[in-house]
């Protein structure tokens, strides 16, 4: 039996396999795109670290060994490791509120200069999926509202397309006095709620 | 024995049909970018991805040797998937009016780098990733996992 142990085919196998059961996860922690730093827990059966600084890093070898404990990672070995994710992720959907004159589709003035943030986002993300919102708020009843904020939504969408945006990478949806930003009884003006969103992704 | 059989295809043709009606409603997001070979897997087919196309909940994202590809899931989580990287959507719920919230994804193989959204600003404590060797959680932040 001990011979086996020096069979060279089998020290081999028992490289490989050991190779082969041997991966390594690495994790690192970046500041996001505001600056602003997070907190990340790396945990398994050997333990759990928590890491709150950037380029915080924790390795990670086995199901039951604790992670490593964290060490700061140079810009240099964090570009040479994910130089590629770090160009290929999208940028972060933005979103747009736009307010309404009471009872209209008229957008008010500090509305109407957003426009030009929003047609700017769409081009910052080459964005085709582009989601107009409407919302009314609780003044009138329930199917005039749904109207109103539907109308809302599409004058919005039509001055996006008059813009240049192609209609179809707009997707207009309108929920009436149903999702209420302010919170009110029914048969209140509340200028906050009567909005549209605009999310660009 | 022909009887059986053609009860088992009716029972399987149900099925389908039923799970592709609820696949229309579980969308979680979208791929945004896609670059060389990369596949969208789901329950019933593997599709070559393509920008716009949805991400429902269940389904695994596939990178081939020279591919990447660009997510962003609906509570404004973007994900990006280096070369042989997969990983797949356990669980998605955003749906903060009636707190319904979480996100577990499983980090197969690859490389990756990730943004969290809102799910993990309202509800940190239902937000996982689970790699082969640990689990992460996290309080809305951005990061980076290698899995070698």
């Given at each position: 039996m001990s011979s086996l142990y020096l069979k060279p085919w089998f020290a081999c196998l028992l490289l490989l396999l050991l190779y082969g059961c041997t991966q390594k996860t690495t994790v690192v922690l970046l500041s996001e795109p505001d600056g602003h730093v997070g907190n990340l827990t790396v945990g398994n059966i050997g333990g759990e670290v928590e890491m709150s600084r950037p380029a915080e890093a924790t390795v990670i070898s086995g199901r039951e060994s604790s992670p490593s404990k964290p060490e700061i990672l140079s810009e240099q070995q964090i570009n040479a490791q994910f130089s590629v994710v770090l160009a290929t992720l999208p940028i972060q959907p933005e979103h747009f509120l736009l307010y309404f004159e009471k009872g209209s589709t008229i957008l008010t003035a500090e509305s109407e200069a957003m426009l030009p943030m929003i047609l700017q986002s769409i081009t910052d993300r080459n964005s085709e999926n582009i989601s107009v919102i409407g919302h009314s708020d609780t003044a009138g009843n329930r199917d005039y509202n749904l109207r109103l904020s539907k109308e809302r939504a599409l004058a919005v969408s039509q001055v996006l397309i008059e813009k240049?945006?192609?209609?179809?990478h707009i997707t207009s949806t309108s929920h009436g006095e149903e999702n209420l930003l302010i919170k009110t009884e029914d048969n209140v003006q509340e200028e906050k709620n009567r909005r549209v969103e605009v999310v660009v992704k | 024995m022909k009887s059986f059989l053609t009860i088992f295809c009716l029972l399987a043709a149900l099925f389908a049909g039923a799970e592709s009606c609820s696949a229309s409603t579980d969308s979680v997001g979208i791929i945004k970018t896609v670059s060389g070979e990369v596949f969208l897997v789901s329950t019933q087919k593997s599709l070559s991805a393509a920008p716009n196309m949805k991400i429902n909940r269940g389904d695994t994202i596939k990178t081939g040797a020279t591919g990447s590809v660009g997510l962003i899931f609906d509570d404004d989580t973007v994900v990006s998937l280096g070369p042989n990287s997969e990983i797949a959507v356990e669980s998605f719920m955003f749906n903060p009016v009636d707190q319904e919230l979480s996100f577990v994804s499983r980090l197969i193989k690859g490389t990756f780098c990730f943004v969290t959204g809102q799910i993990a600003k309202l509800a940190p404590k239902k937000v996982k990733f689970e790699t082969p060797e640990a689990t992460l959680g996290v309080r809305g932040t951005k990061f980076l996992v290698e899995i070698d």
């Open positions: 240049g945006t192609p209609r179809t | -």
